[in-house]
Antibody
């Protein structure tokens, strides 16, 4: 069965960086893209960016460009998300999500979420 | 950028039908997805491409999309349907693809 397992909760100080991992299993890893979606406390879902596993090609929302990096390790079926220059506004649960279909216009499997808390 | 508008909350009695709207400019020309999110859990895809249900999703959930409004319909509502529901579309302008979510609707079962 398809599973996305994320790394554990993180506590960071403002200005620091955070790296969250997402290990995939149960499907052909290189076929489908992975997106990152975050959810601030009590708020809705925000798409952050996407990586095509086969090419490593990435797209991210303009408001995070310059701070967000997504990479992949095909030897371990793992995707990484790094967010730099953290502020309290980045406090959120971060999800990885598998694209449904090659185009990935929707997300059919999600990781369990990783809470990132940013506080001085 | 493209904006999706959902009502913050919808209330419905058990056994009745709930409708959750998702408004967007000419949304009928886009493919709409719906996600269910229970408290403390990750979202679950319940409707994709306007009307299709993933395997394992109850037939009580259905979707429609026309004009400026897409709608998620939950028939014979049960207590377990109480959750937040989000609509989502894929949008691309000037080769900048992005995935847009509505603000979410909290469904309360009375």
């Amino acid at each position: 069965q398809v599973q996305l397992v994320q790394s554990g909760a993180e506590v960071k100080k403002p200005g620091a960086s955070v790296r969250v991992s997402c290990k995939a299993s149960g499907y052909t890893f290189t076929t489908y893209p992975i997106s990152w979606v975050r959810q601030a406390p009590g708020q809705g879902l925000e798409w952050m960016g996407r990586i095509r596993i086969s090419s490593g090609y990435t797209k991210s929302t303009q408001r995070l460009q310059g701070r967000l990096t997504m990479t992949t390790d095909t030897s371990s079926n793992t995707v990484y998300m790094e967010l730099r220059s953290l502020t309290s506004d980045d406090t959120a649960v971060y999800y990885c999500a598998k694209g449904r279909g090659v185009m990935g216009d929707s997300f059919d499997y999600w990781g369990q979420g990783t809470l990132v808390s940013v506080s001085s | 950028s493209y904006v999706l508008t959902q009502p913050p909350s919808v209330s419905v009695a058990p056994g009745k039908t709930a409708s959750i709207s998702c408004g967007g400019d000419n949304i009928g020309r886009k493919r709409v997805q719906w996600y269910q999110q229970r408290p403390g859990q990750a979202p679950v895809l319940v409707i994709y491409h306007d009307t299709d249900r993933p395997s394992g999703i109850t037939e009580r959930l259905s979707g429609s999309n026309s004009g400026d409004t897409a709608t998620l319909i939950i028939s014979r509502v049960e207590a377990g349907d109480e959750a937040d529901y989000y609509c989502q579309v894929w949008d691309s302008i000037n080769d900048h693809p992005k995935w847009v979510f509505g603000g979410g609707t909290k469904l309360t079962v009375l």
